[in-house]
């Protein structure tokens, strides 16, 4: 989705902070870029396509200025050209606007503009945007009141940075889209997610919606809607400016996927007992649901069906619900509690399943990676997952991370028995991954069906979601056909599907009626002639029906699904690296989905 950068203060280096700003965004997933580089005049440079091309023309014809804003687009309102991507520009050229999000009452103020006499050059919602900051300035408005005019105008979601020719100040505003500032000594930063400048500070200020900021490459002031100013926190962030580089590793899916030790460590890391088997989550007090919804979307999703399981499996009833479909849901009773999981917190989807559960009187908690996102700050609790960034628009890392909060959450709150068995798994956990990532043979099951026509995965219990999560990885990164069932679901419908043609991944884990049963799907399969890749822990006799075998450590049943995934992941990611796919940019993707 789209990205904002803006800096104040960097003189002579504006242009660099940008464009290397602009460069830390492309992972949410871009189809054009720009910038504005103002002081006295305000010049603007945009170009549809990779960053390069930007590059290139601002190479060309090189801009000065010593507050700059920049942006990359994802096109909703008009295809990705040069016309449509941001900054956009009022009709004396002396404002330029970036906007995250989607103006819905735009038609309406654009006529109302056109028939003022305002000329428009692009096909976007955002338009209306300088030229209502121009209309506020030509009636003497301060460029702070002209925002604000501007923004009172508007309905929808928008994070909105503006610059305007003669004041060296970035004027920012935010409603329903994430805005963050930068603060150094000298100069101040503002994006929409902090990597994009943690290369030069991280002291940071999270804007809530609603709010206005004015900054000056020394100073910075919040304001809310009333213009009454807000006294902000100031957040370190926790991790460092190298985590969102690629360590040397060829992509950054590859980099994550080797994370995930260190990151299960991170999620983990002083909140369990071990000896007592109590598990201690800061900031949850005292849940006790008695009923969990759960609300995600794509992987998240397949996370939070891992997570009603726990509770199933504690007896407290649960469901999983696609967030886009929520409103269908049934209203949580009683003191239900509603859990989004969202890797971002930022899921428009998601974000709005969970404001609807709130209006239906629900307790909410937020089961997320990122700090001071929307859904941290809106829901009644956080869990925080603690994967550290993650760059590849597909959630690697994250997955195994939520997965084990997901463990942790419902060991917290809905605890049956002796956890410690659970924990030990847990703390075994990232050492077996580790040791997974060093011996693993998923390149060689990637070279052997790199051609195939199609790819299905099934596992039950635990290993279902793992199974919907092998295919989605593999459909995202590789474009190629791939689905995920229910094992047992394969003879009602699926398994015409069959061929030789298309391998079949099967998690069989343990020794127990699930994996049995789950072998008896891997025979059927078989019989059929389609090649069978178990991934299996060898506690069956599965290898015996297939074609290859993935191992996994032998483990608890809470800690196997992070297992089997991992397997799952490496070979996508060379299956993809083989198809000469863009695997952290993958076509048509965004890492952060903002529309609903
Ligand atoms: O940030 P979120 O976890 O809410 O994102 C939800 C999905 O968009 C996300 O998991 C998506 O499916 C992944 N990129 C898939 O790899």
Redesign the pocket.
Known sequence: MCGIIGCVGRDGETLDVLVHGLSKLEYRGYDSAGVALGGNGVSVTKRSGRIERLRDALEDDPVEGSVGIGHTRWSTHGPPTDANAHPHRDCTGDVAVVHNGIIENYQSIRDELVAAGHDFASDTDTEVVPHLVEAALADGADPESALRQAVDRLEGSFAIAAIVAGTAAVFVARNDSPLVLGLDDDATYLASDVPAFRDYTDRVVYLADGEFARLDADDWTVTDETGQRVQKEVDTVSWDAEETGKSGYDHFMLKEIHEQPRALRQCLRGRVDELSGSVDIEDLGDLSPTGVQFV?????YHAALYGAQLYRQAGIPAQTFLASEYATAPPPIGDALVVGV???G??AD?LSALREARHRGARTLAVTNTVGSTAARECDHTLYIRAGPEIG???SKTFASQLSALNLLALGTAPVGDAREAIAALRDLPGQVQELLDESRAQEVAQLYQDAGAYFFIGRGHQHPVALEGA??MK?ITYKHAEGFAAGELKHGPLALVTENTPVFAMVVGDGEQARKTVGNVKEVEARDAPVVAVTDGQTDVDRYADYVLDVPETHPCASAVLANVQLQLVSYHTAKLLGRSIDKPRN?A???TVE
């Not at 995600?296 to 998240?300: E, F, L």
């Open positions: 995600a979307c794509g992987t998240s969202t890797q971002s930022e899921t998601t628009v597909a959630a989605l990885k995202e993707l890492k952060s989905v």
